[in-house]
């Protein structure tokens, strides 16, 4: 195999497995509250990401780092896996998992919003096209395709679903400030976040064994959402000769997440769902087009 089709079957399977995730949350909130689920599956992430680090002998990296780097992963692990999991998992603990999971996709559009502000970046004008057509999406969707009503099946849910892209997107926003590997620093963060997700555990929830399909759904979320599928997605980044190619392989989650929605959890896809769902799509390619024409703006000045 070539560079290119190896780092395409890295994104090709990191999207798969993404594009499960929706599902294996609604299945493993079954037996868990969002608070074990998020205990037990950051916990079998943390120990995927170190038995990583392990086999490329770059384990010991992860206690090198300095001072300000592990501050920075404190402040990190605050954001995720404790406050974005916990909040994003209530959401789908309320939500039938077709709204959570469009909602929950219009991250990359809360992350421009944000960059303004933070990162002192610009947005053009197909910026808040975007913005409009994805929040459009966003409204269908969470009033169950009657817009103009402005009633949500379930406003607090709809409410977290949106939270978690602000919280996710400050994430990435403060981790470009890291400049580690980022498989180690990920494992650091997950390592700092741990405590917060422990401690929480105890003063909110009984401690009790989970059943054994809540364990192994957490194990399934904690190994390839939380852990595999960010490796994966890092390998097909450093394999491909087209970044573009590769990232456009992350349209065709949602989609195939909906299939599956469908089949193992049984919900009845509403076509409010789907056209909300291609409004957000085509809000994030136009954000996605007005990047492009803003680099090649800076591209032709210099």
Not at 223 to 230: I, K, L, N, R, T
Request: proline share 5%.
């Amino acid at each position: 195999m070539t560079r290119q089709q190896q780092a395409t079957l890295c994104g090709l399977s990191a999207v798969l497995l993404w594009s499960t995730v929706a599902t294996a949350f609604k299945l493993s909130l079954r037996y868990l509250t969002p608070v074990e689920l998020l205990l037990f599956s950051g916990a079998f992430s943390t120990l995927l990401l170190g038995t990583i680090l392990l086999l490329r002998g770059k384990l010991h990296l992860a206690f090198q780092c300095s001072r300000r780097e592990y501050l920075l992963s404190i402040f990190l692990g605050l954001l995720s896996p404790f406050l974005y999991y916990l909040v994003l998992l209530n959401a789908y603990d309320l939500l039938p998992a077709q709204q959570a999971q469009p909602l929950n996709y219009t991250w990359a559009i809360t992350l421009s919003l944000l960059s303004v502000p933070l990162l002192k970046q610009k947005i053009g004008w197909q910026q808040w096209l975007a913005l409009l057509i994805s929040y459009c999406g966003v409204v269908i969707i969470a009033t169950e395709g009657d817009p103009f009503s402005l009633e949500f099946s379930e406003p607090f849910g709809v409410a977290l679903a949106l939270v978690s892209t602000v919280i996710w997107a400050l994430y990435w926003i403060y981790n470009t400030k890291d400049r580690r590997d980022p498989v180690v620093g990920l494992f650091v963060n997950f390592l700092c976040g741990f405590p917060f997700v422990l401690g929480y555990y105890l003063l909110t929830a009984e401690i009790q064994l989970p059943p054994l399909p809540g364990l192994l759904g957490a194990a399934y979320i904690g190994c390839f959402e939380m852990g595999a599928c960010f490796v994966l997605w890092l390998l097909a980044l450093k394999l491909t000769d087209s970044v573009a190619r590769i990232s456009n392989l992350i349209f065709i989650s949602p989609f195939l997440s909906l299939l599956l929605i469908y089949f193992l959890l049984g919900e009845e896809i509403l076509p409010a769902t789907f056209v909300g769902l291609l409004l957000i799509v085509a809000g994030l390619l136009c954000q996605r087009l007005g990047s492009k024409t803003r680099q090649g703006t800076k591209s032709a000045e210099q």
